[in-house]
């Protein structure tokens, strides 16, 4: 399956906790930003990422315990082509999902602001 085919098949199998996600910041309904789903960058699948500000939000399930190399390899590629990369556990959305939104929005506020 190339990169593509498994972005779109990652889009039409969302998660519940990325399914909550994206309908509270898709349409712009996030500070006015374009966010994207399942989005490929370089040879990696961005959960969700907004390329306005270069912006990428990942949500981790217990899988990431044991994959800390991968990660860390995703992290460093991704960051080297200028992208920030927030990252919240699964079940912290679905125990906190206002305080991650918060979270997102505080980010991107201090994005904006070392923008201008």
């Not at 960058?41 to 399930?61: H, M, P, S, T, W």
């Not at 991968?70 to 906190?96: H, K, P, T």
């Amino acid at each position: 399956m190339t990169l593509i085919e498994n972005a779109r098949s990652l889009r039409k199998n969302q998660t519940d906790v990325e399914r909550w996600l994206w309908q509270k910041i898709r349409n712009r309904q996030l500070l006015n930003l374009k966010f994207r789903r399942q989005f490929p960058i370089d040879r990696y699948i961005a959960d969700f990422v907004c390329l306005e500000l270069k912006l990428i939000i990942e949500l981790d399930g217990s899988q990431h315990i044991e994959q800390t190399d991968y990660d860390e390899r995703r992290r460093a590629c991704l960051e080297q082509r200028g992208f920030r990369i927030v990252r919240f556990w699964n079940n912290d959305v679905f125990s906190n999902g206002d305080g991650v939104l918060e979270k997102i929005q505080l980010v991107i506020m201090e994005m904006r602001g070392a923008m201008q």
